[in-house]
């Protein structure tokens, strides 16, 4: 089994990352910047479950330090 990070680098993981930033205008859906390095973070995890097996409603785009907060929930 690969590393998480290993699985990060995985083109099924890249396109479904692109894919969540172009459905969320590549803007943090936690506080609206647009300027800064952004993420796309699961909101859940399943034990065994690849990186892009999840469906697209279990993403978000969000900036750096918006990734450990949970205000918006």
């Given at each position: 089994m690969k590393k998480y990070s290993e699985?990060?680098?995985?083109?099924?993981?890249?396109?479904?990352?692109l894919e969540i930033m172009q459905r969320d205008?590549?803007?943090c859906q936690c506080c609206g910047d647009n300027t800064t390095e952004l993420h796309v973070?699961?909101?859940?995890?399943?034990?065994?479950?690849e990186p892009w097996?999840?469906?697209?409603?279990n993403f978000e785009t969000?900036?750096?330090?918006n990734l450990n907060?949970?205000?918006?929930?």
């Open positions: 699985n990060l680098k995985d083109p099924r993981w890249q396109k479904k990352r205008n590549f803007t973070h699961h909101k859940t995890y399943s034990n065994g479950k097996d999840y469906s697209n409603d969000l900036r750096f330090g907060s949970n205000d918006w929930y």
